[in-house]
């Protein structure tokens, strides 16, 4: 896949950022008005020079091995409020707006379990059936 060029503002960025030996960068999902955590996902150059771009979310997969548009099959989409990047340079915080859930179970977020008193409990419901997200 051939590389999207970034362009002088992009490339800035590119440059604070620590990439893993994959090419890829951890990037936290944040409700910008809430500041409920929603799911941490991964970008590549290119999830970033699109993300900043069109001010969609895009994070790649690493078991498609492609980029991945939030929403495109979901209709949950993200539309970005503010990039951020951790001292180091080697985390994201993205602020978003989630429009519907994030978490592929159909719930709002990823973060939907917890333990209590040694135990996992689901602290969260599903909101959408996944069957109905993904049209299964």
Known sequence: MAQTEPDSAAEAVLDALTFDEAG?????AQQHDTGEVLMVAWMNRDAIIETLRTRQVVYWSRSRK????????????QALKDFRIDCDGDT?????N???VACHTGRRNC???AVRDGRIETIADVEIDPAKLYHA
């Open 66 to 77: 492609a980029l991945w548009r939030k929403g495109e099959t979901s209709g949950q989409t």
């Open 111 to 113: 973060f939907y379990r």
């Open 92 to 96: 994201l915080l993205l602020l978003v």
């Open 98 to 100: 989630q429009e519907g």
């Open 24 to 28: 890829l960068i951890p990037a936290i």
